[in-house]
């Protein structure tokens, strides 16, 4: 029997030993560490389960896109007929909020996110087990000059923006492939399952989403869906808050293209 190099090189890219030079994790503020460890512990323990699974295979698995299958949740309408997954993606930043001129009991007003996005296309075809576990890890380390998402050695796909009218973008132009650009609107949105991982100070997930792509697209994007979120909802009200808040937040995007 021989290791596996496509499970290896996947496996490898979704966890490394820690060392210095790696983002740090941050528990500390999180009401809540044992339901934050026990999302850590799932994702290495994941992780470990195929790295045994893969010493004892013969055939190399092969990465197939179209085996991926998106997570779903009831009343969130699914990818537009006729498209294919074109792209998988987790994103690793902070969903922005602003109590500027607010009330202290006025809840605060979203104001757009930040996101780099990595690619986890390969590995949602071939281990979705792990690749959902992903944003409920990567949420708690946090992103630094070093460009990494947590202990791993994901490629960055991309980046995820609010352009200045408020329109959220997804540039998916870069030195790992012209994937698209994709401006969005909102199509539908459902509010994260009630065990959704908890954020780095115990908030809760943010929505998932279905956003359809509008002018400017390109690479026949049609369809972005953000699922499995991680963290990322606002205070309640902004009594005590400053004017701009940035909630740190992980998610998986799926597009899907014509």
Not at 91 to 109: F, H, I, L, M, V
Not at 122 to 137: K, Q
Not at 178 to 199: E, H, R, T
Not at 201 to 209: C, I, K, R, S
Request: include cysteine.
């Amino acid at each position: 029997m021989r290791f596996s190099t496509t499970t290896t090189t996947l496996l490898a890219a979704s966890v490394a030993s820690a060392a210095p030079v790696w983002p740090s994790i941050s528990l500390g503020n999180v009401r809540n560490p044992f339901a934050a460890l026990d999302n850590l512990s799932g994702y290495f323990n994941a992780v470990a389960t195929k790295v045994a699974q893969a010493k004892v295979i013969s055939v190399a698995p092969q990465c197939d896109p179209t085996k991926a299958r998106m997570p779903t949740i009831d009343g969130l309408p699914g990818s537009s007929p006729g498209l294919h997954v074109r792209h998988v993606a987790v994103g690793r930043g902070t969903q922005n909020y602003t109590c500027a001129g607010s009330k202290p009991e006025d809840a605060p007003k979203a104001v757009g996110a930040v996101a780099t996005l990595f690619d986890v296309t390969c590995m949602a075809s071939l281990y979705p087990d792990v690749t959902n576990r992903v944003p409920g890890m990567a949420v708690h380390f946090n992103m630094d000059d070093s460009d990494r998402l947590g202990p791993s050695t994901l490629p960055i796909s991309g980046h995820h923006f609010f352009t200045g009218s408020g329109v959220p973008f997804f540039n998916l132009d870069t030195a790992t492939g012209d994937i698209g650009l994709a401006p969005c609107a909102k199509n539908a949105s459902v509010a994260a399952p009630a065990d959704a991982p908890v954020g780095q100070n115990g908030e809760a997930a943010v929505a998932w989403l279905k956003l359809t792509t509008i002018d400017g697209a390109t690479g026949n994007l049609k369809d972005v869906f953000r699922v499995e979120t991680a963290g990322g909802s606002p205070p309640k009200t902004c009594q005590g808050q400053p004017d701009h808040i940035e909630v740190e937040y992980s998610a998986q995007y799926w597009f899907w293209a014509s």
